[in-house]
Every structure is written in C-alpha cells, then in structure tokens.
C-alpha cells in the first residue's frame, strides 16, 4: 500500500493547476458573529463539476502514462467523482466508463453524460455496481480509478487546502468532512506540513459516523445502513486513508441532521453560495459546540454544491 | 446638477476599500459553451449584504461630513439599499432611519432590523414613502441618501466595474442590469475611463423597459406598471444617472421574463452562485441574442443574491 505525502500534493498541483478552478477564500461577518469565530471558507462547490473531487480525479487522469490512458478509465459511482472523472477523461482526450445505479437521481445521470461519460446501469447494490465495473474492466481493460482510496485522488485532493493555507496562514483550525476520507486525508497531509501547529478537525453526520468510531477503535469500522441527509458521506473509510487520517487528523467531530440542514440554510442565506449537506457539516459542528470553537481562526473546505434544486431540504 | 467622473470613482474606492469585499470574478466553462461567448461574472451577489448597492451607501456614508454624520441617515426602499444604508451606518457608527412599505417582505425587514436600521412602516405607495421619509428628515435633519440619483452612490457603484476591468483586461464588452440607473452609470463612467473601446450595454426587463424608452427618446420616460420578476428594477431612470448613460452607454437590450427565469436557474445550477432574478437578465439578454454576441469577450456584473429561499421561481 503505497501512501502519499506532501510532496506528491505538490507535484499533484503541478500536473492539475491549468485545469481546476483556483476556487476563492471567502468569509461572513454574519457568520463570524454567529459563531463567535473567525471563518475563513475555502469554495470547492465553486470548483469544476461543483466539487472537490475534480482535483483528485484530474490528477488519477493526468498521472496515467500514455498505455493506460489510451485504454481509458473508469468507475461505479452515482456522485460527484462520477462526474469529476468523466470531466477529466474528457480533457484528455480518453474514454470514462461510469457504472451508475438504475436509481441515481436524473441530475447525476444528466451530469455524467454532459460531460462525456460512457454510463452503463446496474441494480442499486454495492455488489452489482462492483461486478458491473469489473465485467467492463475486463473487457476493456480501463484503469478503475477508486473516489477515494487511491493514491493520485488523495494527493490531488490535498491541493485544496494547500492553496486555503496560502492564501490564508496562521489559522487555528482546518475542518472538512469525511465521508470515505479522500478529501481528509489529502488536507490532513497538507496542513501538517505547511502549518504543523494547526489542528485538522473532520466533521460527520451522526447518522453515518463510522469514521469518527473508525479513528477511536483504531481500525476501520464499515459504515453500516447510514442514515443522514449529507449523501456524499455514506461510504466507509479506505484504507489508504485510515492510515493517514490516523496519524495526522486530531479529532472527529459527529453532528445532527437538524444542524447540518440549519448549516447549509445560513450558507445560502448569508454568504448566497449554493452548498450541498455534506459541505454543511462542519459549520454544522461549529453551531454545536459553540464554547470549544470560540475565538479560534477555522478554516472550512466547502466541499461541493450538487444540489437538486427540485428537492430543497427547506 | 453634479455629475461624478471617474476620479470620483478613484475616490470612493479609496474611501471605502476596507469595508467592502473586493468580490471574486468567475468563469464557467459550461455556460461559455452553451452560449458560444467568454464571459467573466463579478460576483456582487457575494457582496456585504449581498448587493453591489453597498458600495454606494458605504461611500455615500463615509463622504459625510461630522455634522451631517452626527444626524445621520436615511431613505426609503423595500430592497438592498435599505440593508446597505443600514449596515454602512451602523459602521460608521450613526443611524440609519429606513422607511420600508409595511407589505415589504419579511426577509427584508428582518434583514434591515438585523443591520440596525430603525425602521419606519407606511402605507405601500411611493407618496407615502416619500411624505413619511420628509417627514422625519424634517424632524430629524438626517441626510436622505437616494438609492440611485446621488453623486456619491454613483461613484460608490463604478468600483465594482473598476475591480473588473482591473481583474480582466481586454473585454469587448461590459453588461450590467439596468433599474434606477445607479450601478449602470457607475459602471459605464469607469469602463469608458479604463477601456475605450469596450462596450457598455445594459440589459432590462421588457415588462419594465422605461430606461430603454429613455434612452431611444433622449428623455426620462417614467416606469408606469412594470410587471416582472426582476423587483430591483422597477424604479425609473434618475436624472444624473440618465445624463451619465445618455453618453457612455452603447445601448440597452431587453429580454422576456422566461429567459430571465432561465439564465438565473442556469447560474444556479452551473455556478453555484445564488442570484436574484434582476442579476440573471445580463445572461439572458446573451441567451436570447447568441449570435450577435457569438465569440465575445463578456464581463457581467451579478448585482446581488437575495432571493426568498420560500418562494423561488423555479
């Protein structure tokens, strides 16, 4: 098990700069009185297909050497890497097989093919999604590029919070939320080494809280009929990133659906960005536990905006 | 008659450059596709109180001299100059007084109460606006800041155009909303200023086309029953920005209330950027027109995000 560090981020961001959005920094007055913080939110809804995952995806894409990529890539997903892969494949040039479940939401189907992705359907279950990509994989022999536990994802992703700490330094905190841990583990690694002193915090539903009994057992625990409104956190922990994310993220924070749906309203309502629930769990875990946060620099990845906006949860 | 030039705009954004945020200019690869142009949106929805509108009462605040200050402020609006004055005021440290009709809707009177505007109710009509506004300005010898028709609200709007051109060079044309004609002249003082032979147009509801009557007829025609879903731009021309935009604007499109429902769930969608409905009728404007802006290099400004999240159009 080969596992990433800094300098992989680094040489990441060299390979992805020209093609994902450098996404801004922005911050609320409202918010900051609110909390009693001082927030500082890094916008990857803003980012290419809305969320963080084009920085890993692109990065898995660009890293293949010319063999590999001229037999393409694939995935089984009904999310955001989904789409995220299907962009980057795109970009260069080559082919993106996406199994997807028959019931994925029409928004995610319409996504994927916009940006060129080949989808083929299976029956919602873990073990059909698997098979389905596998058959495909055989017979074509594409590169299956993991959401999440996969080396170039996790370095990838770990740019986001190396531009955050550049563009913002000296803060107390950095917050994200887990859900397979690709985007903790990748600003894990970053933030303990460009600012060692500061603390990485990760926030989970408490109705999907693997990680958080993940990181306390000290092995990984499968998220088991998780239950939250948060849909980019149901998936349990890699093991590339239980490795990191045990070494490096200070603690886990789990909050209720209630706050995470107040969360998400106020993002909307005062900073007039488009979040999706999972982006929410942070500022959720901020409102809860108020006292702990006060006063402290935090700096919070915003980690998607893919919303239905036909089904709001307010 | 005083009319701003663009060393006044030079003057404000001095004045007022640690008060506003200098908002993000963003690009999407998927809109640039489907409406065959370049466009660079100015994000003024993501401005404080979220509207441009802060800009101008922000510097119309801090031009005032100790006495006047010491009366402080006032005006009559339902929309965003009445929580920009608000929170200007507050900032400054003097009152606000805001006349708001009593049928104002309720995400707007919560939003000036929040900033600590002292709020007045009257009957919803513009006499009674006015008369009740005239009424404590005599009683109170506060200054009566104009949401559009001031030298200084004017001046205050031009920097968002300013902080565009300054960001992105080079553009064949700069769009902007246009309703009482505040951020339209503002913004045509400094790109006529800072690029020549960039165009300026601006674009209008065609169920409220008074400021493209005006500008063919070379009079202020008065908006009379306009109909659209674009509440911020129902007012009518001012004199001083019809003076302004008689000469530096190229010309005013204006466009249906489909195509602006349209353009804004498509930056809703593609963006994830919050705008109100009068901030989407640039885009429309380019939807319904392709080929006449086909390959052009757009700068628009999104004028602000405030939308009743209970009652979207969509």
């Not at 919070?300 to 239905?308: A, P, Y």
Request: glycine share 8%; with cysteine.
């Amino acid at each position: 098990m080969k596992i990433p560090v800094f300098e992989d981020i680094i040489d990441a961001h060299q390979l992805i700069k020209d093609f994902i959005h450098c996404t801004p920094v922005l911050t609320s007055t409202a918010i900051n009185r609110i909390t009693g913080t001082e927030i500082f939110f890094k916008c990857e809804n803003l980012q290419k297909t809305g969320a963080f995952k084009f920085r890993g995806a692109s990065n898995a894409v660009f890293s293949l050497t010319d063999e590999q990529a001229a037999r393409g890539v694939g995935t089984h997903s009904s999310g955001n890497h989904a789409a995220a892969l299907a962009l980057a494949a795109r970009m260069k040039g080559i082919q993106a097989q996406i199994v997807m479940p028959s019931n994925s939401p029409e928004i995610k189907k319409k996504a994927v093919a916009g940006y060129g992705g080949i989808i083929t359907y299976c029956e919602p279950t873990l073990q059909a999604r698997e098979s389905t990509l596998l058959k495909i994989a055989e017979e074509t022999c594409i590169e299956i590029i993991h959401p999440y536990n996969n080396f170039n994802v996790i370095a990838g992703q770990g740019t986001a919070a190396r531009e955050l700490l550049e563009a913002i330094p000296h803060l107390d905190i950095v917050m994200c939320p887990v859900g397979g841990g690709g985007l903790l583990s990748g600003t894990a690694l970053s933030v303990k080494a460009l600012s060692p002193s500061t603390k990485v915090l990760a926030a989970e539903p408490s109705g999907a809280d693997d990680a958080y009994r993940s990181l306390k057992a000290g092995y990984i625990i499968p998220s088991i009929h998780p239950k939250t409104i948060a849909d980019g956190l149901l998936t349990s922990l890699g093991e590339i990133n239980f490795v990191i994310i045990s070494k490096n993220v200070d603690d886990i924070v789990t909050v209720s659906e209630e706050s995470i749906v107040k969360a998400m309203r106020m993002v909307w309502e005062r900073m007039k960005l488009i979040i999706e629930p999972s982006s929410a769990v942070p500022l959720a875990a901020i409102l809860e536990n108020k006292e702990a946060f006060s006063n402290q620099r935090i700096g919070i990845i915003l980690s998607g905006g893919n919303v239905d906006l036909e089904n709001l949860p307010f």
